[in-house]
Nanobody, 126 residues
Framework: QVHLVESGGGLVQTGGSLRLSCTTS????????IGWFRQTPGKEREGVAC????????IYGDSVKDRFTISSDNGKNTVYLQMNSLTPEDTAVYHC???????????????????WGQGTQVTVGS
């Protein structure tokens, strides 16, 4: 059975940091990207950061470059998102997802997804 379980969200003040974790089980990534996507009511889903485990290729959304870092611990089947210099614009539900390969714009937030987590809320106070 496939599981993607996110954790690490919470409330933080502007300029603060959080680290999200996505622990996976029940599948093999292969050459698919796994990453973080965020959603806010009234806004389109946004690709935040993605990593392809077999060659460690990474992609970052323009709004988080130089602030967020995605990494993986293959022994723990976990993907992390270190988020620094947070602003209120980063407030969203952050989902961990595995993209279906072969579509345009990987990590663009457009999908489709083979697997999708329940999400963890990140709230940044001003």
């Amino acid at each position: 059975q496939v599981h993607l379980v996110e954790s690490g969200g919470g409330l933080v003040q502007t300029g603060g940091s959080l680290r999200l974790s996505c622990t996976t089980s029940g599948f093999t990534l292969g050459r698919r990207y796994i990453g973080w996507f965020r959603q806010t009511p009234g806004k389109e889903r946004e690709g935040v950061a993605c990593i392809r485990i077999d060659d460690e290729a990474v992609i970052y959304g323009d709004s988080v470059k130089d602030r967020f870092t995605i990494s993986s611990d293959n022994g723990k089947n976990t993907v992390y998102l270190q988020m620094n210099s947070l602003t209120p614009e980063d407030t969203a539900v952050y989902h961990c997802g595995v993209e279906t390969p072969g579509y345009l714009a990987p990590c663009g937030g457009y999908g489709p997804y083979d697997y999708w987590g329940q999400g963890t809320q990140v709230t940044v106070g001003s």
